[in-house]
């Protein structure tokens, strides 16, 4: 069947260092992959999505690339900042067969000033 | 323009009791998914409706029941409750105009409701 898994946490950085989080998929046929964010105390928020091989997703300096090669779509950042840390979720939605979008376990975040 | 909304924010119940969430779609959005978060953990799908039917159903027990009204509007109700039941519920909802699941739509979601059960 279809899954998500990523990077474990917490990860710790120092404001201004880069950030990855690994992310890789298992799923049929070609799904449409999202970075979702959590920040205490809210409900999830799209941060970004590619819905082909090859798209790059971006937004507030996130951004992530669907390599249908390597099934990955890892999660990057040049420079991250105290107001980034968050829990992160990497997300599939297949193509076909079926309505709801598998989540990883989710990457805690924690930015230090 | 008010986005997905959930009630209640945070409750209480004790083993065996019955619970009823709500939730809100945010405007122009007909399709309403719930999940179940539990502490540590990503968010598993429990059930979507469309059209006020259930279109798709996760691995959860029939414990776990819902309802869609004509307005969009939806109720996730738990039965005999577990402690295991304890966790954060979301409810998420998407638009046709959008794509929503299989074309690459986003879901919204609300903040949650919170349950602990003792």
């Known amino acids: 069947g279809n899954s998500v898994t990523q990077m474990e946490g917490p990860v710790t950085l120092s404001e201004e260092a880069f950030l990855t989080i690994n992310c890789t998929y298992t799923a049929t046929g070609y799904p449409s992959l999202f970075w979702y964010v959590q920040y205490p105390g809210e409900g999830l928020q799209l941060l970004l999505k590619?819905?082909?091989?090859?798209d790059k997703g971006s937004n507030k300096g996130f951004e992530a690339t669907y390599r249908k090669e390597t099934t990955s779509f890892h999660l990057e950042k040049g420079s991250v900042q105290v107001s980034d840390s968050a829990v992160y979720f990497c997300a599939l939605s297949a193509a076909s067969g079926t309505y709801k979008y598998i989540f990883g376990t989710g990457t805690r975040l924690k930015v230090l000033a | 323009d008010a986005g997905v909304t959930q009630s209640p924010t945070h409750l209480i119940k004790t083993r065996g009791q019955q619970v009823t969430l709500r939730c809100s779609p945010k405007?122009?959005?007909?399709?309403v998914s719930w999940y179940q978060q539990a502490l540590g953990q990503g968010p598993q799908f429990i059930f979507q409706y469309y059209e006020e039917e259930e279109r798709q159903r996760g691995n959860f027990p029939d414990r776990f029941s819902g309802h869609q009204f004509p307005n969009y509007s939806s109720e996730l109700n738990v039965n005999a409750l577990l402690l295991g039941d304890s966790a954060l519920y979301l409810c998420?909802?998407?638009?046709?105009?959008?794509?929503?699941?299989?074309?690459?739509?986003?879901?919204?979601f609300g903040e949650g409701s919170r349950l602990t059960v003792l």
């Open positions: 590619a819905t082909k091989a090859d």
């Open positions: 998420a909802s998407s638009s046709p105009l959008a794509g929503g699941p299989r074309s690459g739509g986003e879901l919204f």
């Open positions: 405007s122009g959005h007909d399709t």
